[in-house]
């Protein structure tokens, strides 16, 4: 059985995970709750969510001794310049609620039109061990941010993101179907790709 810890906080992304990875087979994937010593204190500095997933994978994978998965991930808005970006959980301010951040997103855009209204939702997964960074994963699903949020599922920007081809937002699907073209199934297909592969050597 291969143990990987999870590096989140985040009990939503952190079920999410565990939810997309719960059929992965002889793979046990660990929160800080299951491991009886405080978890390093890392700061998202970096400028990339490359930068950022790295960052929190190597330093778990340290801490940890052994295999440890960070995500970073978040919301680019084109007209924004690729804002919020790294900050998506934190672009009304620190501690910032999901009602907090969508607010201020639609302020941003009230009088953007529709059309230029295109966005993409970005997930990064990084893979280390032993403070050793393997290798990273991205996922990427555009969309369109609408004038007002709708849908009770999800979290984050899914309220006001509807994906390519899709009528419906992030937050109106049911997890079933969110997991089946999110960015980070996505990104977590590629991670159960690679750990299949090099599985003997992990």
Not at 57 to 63: C, E, G
Not at 139 to 149: C, F, K, N, W
Not at 160 to 165: D, R
Request: net charge positive; charged share 30%; with cysteine.
């Amino acid at each position: 059985m291969l143990k990987i810890l999870l590096a989140t906080h985040n009990k939503k992304k952190r079920a999410e995970i565990k939810s997309l990875l719960k059929n992965f087979k002889d793979i046990e994937i660990l929160n800080f709750d299951d491991i009886t010593i405080d978890p390093p204190q890392v700061v998202e500095d970096g400028k990339t969510f490359r930068q950022n997933a790295i960052k929190k994978a190597v330093i778990t994978s340290k801490f940890f001794g052994g295999l440890a998965i960070a995500d970073d991930s978040g919301l680019e808005v084109d007209v924004l310049g690729g804002k919020p970006g790294v900050r998506s959980s934190r672009f009304s301010r620190t501690n910032a609620t999901d009602e907090e951040n969508n607010e201020k997103l639609l302020k941003l855009l009230e009088k953007v039109p529709g059309k230029k209204r295109k966005a993409q939702f970005v997930c990064c997964i990084a893979l280390a061990k032993n403070g050793v960074m393997l290798e990273t994963f991205t996922g990427t699903v555009r969309g369109d941010i609408l004038a007002s949020p709708r849908g009770k599922n999800g979290f984050g920007y899914d309220p006001v993101f509807v994906p390519q081809s899709f009528e419906k937002t992030f937050a109106e699907m049911t997890a079933l179907h969110k997991n089946r073209i999110s960015h980070r199934a996505q990104a977590l297909k590629q991670l159960k790709e690679f750990i299949e592969e090099h599985r003997a050597a992990l």
